[in-house]
C-alpha cells in the first residue's frame, strides 16, 4: 500500500510538473526544492536580478517545498525530476552520493563574483567529508543548516542536573512527563551513546561506529532503554512537543536544538524553558544543497548556491528561519554575538577568535559539548530493522489515556466528515429549491 501510495504521488507530481513547465521557459528558469521556510524570501527576487547582472542571462525561480525527505528522493530517482537545486538531510545525501545522483557544483563563476562555498564551517566540512571515502563530498555538497538533538526542559519543575543525562527518561520523578521527538534516527543515535556509555568511557567502543552499526545487539539496547522509560513517556510527537513545552503542559522533550530555540522564543508567561546536550553524547544534523543529474540549469544552480553562502545572506535566512546556518564567517559570528548570553568556545566553528565569545548556547554549542558529537548516517540495508525497532517501542507506549485520546480525536474527524458530507447535500437541496422556484416564477410569467 506504502509503495503504491508513492507511485501514485510520483505519477501526479510528474503530470503537474509536466503541465506547469508549459508556462516558462526552462533555459531560464531555476527550479529550487527546498524545506518551508528556509529561506528569506526577499532574497528570491534579489537573486534573479543579481544574476542577470553578472551573467547577463535572465532567470525565473520556481520555489517549491516539500517535507519528507525520501518523498524528494523518490521524485528525482524514480521520476527524474529535473529540479536544479535540492536541500536534503544529511543521511539522503549520503545515499544519492551511493547512487550517482548528484553532480558536482560548478564554480567557474564570471569574473567578478567570489566563490563563497569554502565560507563553511571546519565542523561542517569534517562531518560532511565521512559521508564518502570515493569523493570529496563537497565538491557536490553546500552545507545549509545544523544543529543537534537534546533535552527542551521546564527549569520551574527540572533541575539541570537531572538533564545531564539521557538517563533522564528512566527518572521515575518525571512520570508522564516527558515528549520523545518521533525520529528514529536521531533517536536511536543519541541513546545507543547513553546504552553503551561505559564501553565508550572504557575506550572498548566508539560512539561514531555505534551509531553506524545496526546490529541486533545495539538495537535491542536502546529498545531496552525506551521500554525502561515507559512510565515517564507522555506520547511521542513530531512537530507540536515544542508548543506543548511552551504553554507548560509537560516538563521534558527530547528534540531537536531547532524546536527548542523556537520554543524558548515563544514561551508563554511564567514557563522558563532551558536546553541541554546530555553528556553522553549527541548527533548532528544537517541539510545542504545539492544540484541533482537531471537538473535543466546547474549554471544558474550553483549561482544561486553561492549567492546564499555569503555572510550576509547567511544571517537573513538564520533571522527568517531560526535555523542556524553553515556558514562560519567573520560577518556571522559578529551577528549572532550578544551580551545578554554566557561565554561559550565557539572556536570548532568560527576558528580561533571565537574560543570566548557570547553566544546562544542552542544555536552554538560549546566546543566540549562538540567532542562528543556524531554524525548520522545512511542506515541502508539495516533500516528496516531500526524502522521495526522503533515502532515496537512506540507500540508499548499506547496506554489507555492515549487510547481514547486517538478514539475522540478519531471521532470528532468522522462527526466533522459526516457533518460537512450534510452541509454539502443541504446547501445542494436548496439550490434545488431555489432554482424550482425561479423556474415556477417564470412559468408563471409566459
Not at 39 to 56: A, R, S, V
Request: negative net charge; contains cysteine; aromatic residues 12%.
Amino acid at each position: 500500500m506504502k509503495k503504491l501510495f508513492l507511485i501514485l504521488t510520483l505519477a501526479m507530481m510528474v503530470v503537474s510538473s509536466a503541465m506547469a513547465q508549459n508556462n516558462y521557459d526552462r533555459a531560464h528558469t531555476l527550479k529550487i526544492y527546498t524545506w518551508n521556510d528556509y529561506t528569506d524570501m526577499d532574497l528570491i527576487p534579489e537573486f534573479e536580478e543579481w544574476y542577470e547582472k553578472m551573467t547577463g542571462e535572465p532567470v525565473h525561480i520556481v520555489y517549491q517545498t516539500f517535507d519528507i525527505n525520501e518523498y524528494m528522493l523518490t521524485e528525482i530517482e524514480e521520476g527524474h525530476e529535473d529540479y536544479d537545486v535540492v536541500c536534503p538531510s544529511e543521511y539522503i545525501i549520503e545515499r544519492m552520493i551511493k547512487k550517482g545522483l548528484l553532480t558536482k557544483i560548478d564554480t567557474n563563476f564570471v569574473e567578478g563574483v567570489t566563490n563563497n562555498l569554502h565560507n563553511t564551517a571546519p565542523f561542517i566540512k569534517n562531518l560532511m567529508r565521512q559521508m564518502s571515502d570515493s569523493v570529496d563530498v563537497l565538491d557536490y555538497v553546500s552545507p545549509y543548516v545544523w544543529g543537534t538533538t537534546g533535552f527542551l526542559y521546564n527549569s520551574a519543575f527540572v533541575d539541570k542536573e537531572e538533564v545531564k543525562s539521557w538517563g533522564a527518561l528512566l527518572n521515575p520523578r518525571f512520570k508522564g512527563q516527558i515528549y520523545i521527538k518521533d525520529a528514529f534516527r536521531d533517536g536511536y543515535s543519541v541513546l545507543i551513546q547513553y546504552a553503551k556509555r561505559k564501553e565508550i568511557a572504557a575506550g572498548t567502543a566508539d560512539r561514531q561506529q555505534l551509531a553506524c552499526d545496526l546490529t541486533a545487539e545495539n538495537l535491542q539496547a536502546v529498545e531496552d532503554v525506551l521500554k525502561e522509560a515507559k512510565p515517564q513517556i507522555a506520547g511521542w510527537e513530531a512537530a507540536f512537543g515544542k508548543e506543548r513545552m511552551c504553554q507548560g503542559k509537560v516538563w521534558l522533550n527530547l528534540t531537536w536544538s531547532g524546536d527548542a530555540a523556537w520554543a524558548i522564543d515563544e514561551q508563554d508567561e511564567g514557563v522558563d524553558l532551558q536546553y541541554i546536550v546530555p553528556e553522553e553524547g549527541t548527533n548532528a544534523w544537517m541539510d545542504a544543497y545539492v544540484i541533482p543529474i537531471y537538473a535543466k540549469n546547474p549554471k544558474a544552480g550553483a549561482y544561486f548556491i553561492n549567492f546564499l553562502n555569503t555572510g550576509d545572506h547567511a544571517v537573513r535566512n538564520m533571522n527568517a528561519s531560526g535555523y542556524v546556518s553553515c556558514v562560519g564567517v567573520p560577518e556571522v559570528l559578529e551577528a549572532m554575538q550578544d551580551s545578554a548570553y554566557d561565554y561559550v568556545d565557539a572556536s570548532y566553528f568560527f576558528g580561533p577568535e571565537a574560543s570566548h565569545v557570547r553566544l546562544n548556547h542552542v544555536l552554538y554549542p560549546d566546543k566540549s559539548v562538540i567532542d562528543h558529537t556524531i554524525l548520522m548516517h545512511d542506515a541502508g540495508s539495516e533500516a528496516e530493522a531500526l524502522v521495526e525497532m522503533w515502532s515496537r517501542a512506540k507500540g508499548d507506549y499506547l496506554t489507555w489515556k492515549m487510547i481514547v485520546f486517538e478514539i475522540v480525536v478519531f471521532g470528532a474527524l468522522i462527526f466533522f466528515l459526516i457533518w460537512r458530507r450534510w452541509q454539502m447535500h443541504r446547501r445542494r437541496q436548496m439550490r434545488r429549491e431555489r432554482l424550482k422556484q425561479l423556474n415556477d416564477i417564470a412559468s408563471a410569467k409566459a
